[in-house]
């Protein structure tokens, strides 16, 4: 091949990698980035949506209103994904967000979930929680690690879709289990974050 050639091949390339390649924005200098849902699945706005309605909710609660000064043990199980949607990973972040504001409230001891999942039996058991916990879990969360109060939920959705639509209407589903009593001393539900796709 002549240096002619070569340079002009040279030169061709590396003008379609500067026009034809992707660019890149951030979120803080256009903060329209993050109003477009891209997907049916959920996204930071949904959890924040979710985020706040129930934590609204939960600290005006008879319960945590009448929660003493001693700073009893909560920890957060999972939320157990049950919708046709691959958001476990949304569903973490969501529990995480919940932890950091449970911390934040000084009303409780937060009991790390990786202590709880550093436990292999425990983990197992953990994998298998939905939106009800089996006796034997509850039974050693209490006798074990010392917790007083557990988080777990689900989130369900209800998808329709068309020829030229895709419609997935989440349900999450939020609860505070006492464990000594194994009784449900809070429950919230979010069911208005909506997503649609269209061709």
Request: glycine share 6%; charged share 25%.
């Amino acid at each position: 091949m002549s240096r002619a050639v070569m340079m002009v091949t040279a030169a061709a390339l590396a003008l379609s990698v500067a026009c034809g390649g992707p660019s890149y924005e951030r979120g803080v200098d256009d903060p329209s980035i993050d109003e477009e849902a891209l997907s049916t699945r959920l996204d930071r706005a949904d959890l924040q949506l979710a985020l706040d309605q129930w934590w609204s909710k939960f600290k005006q609660s008879e319960f945590v209103n009448g929660v003493g000064p001693d700073q009893p043990n909560i920890a957060i199980l999972r939320i157990s994904n049950d919708t046709s949607e691959h958001v476990s990973g949304a569903l973490d972040n969501l529990l995480n967000s919940v932890e950091t504001k449970l911390v934040n409230m000084n009303k409780w001891n937060v009991i790390d979930n990786s202590v709880l999942t550093a436990d292999g039996v425990m983990a197992e058991r953990l994998r298998n929680v939905s939106d009800a916990v089996d006796p034997e879990t509850i039974a050693a969360l209490g006798k074990e690690y010392g917790i007083h109060y557990f988080i777990n939920g689900r989130v369900g959705d209800t998808a329709e879709k068309t020829s030229d639509k895709r419609r997935v209407q989440y349900f999450l589903f939020l609860r505070v289990t006492e464990v000594s009593t194994k009784r449900i001393v809070f429950q919230d539900q979010i069911d208005d974050i909506t997503k649609l796709m269209e061709d």
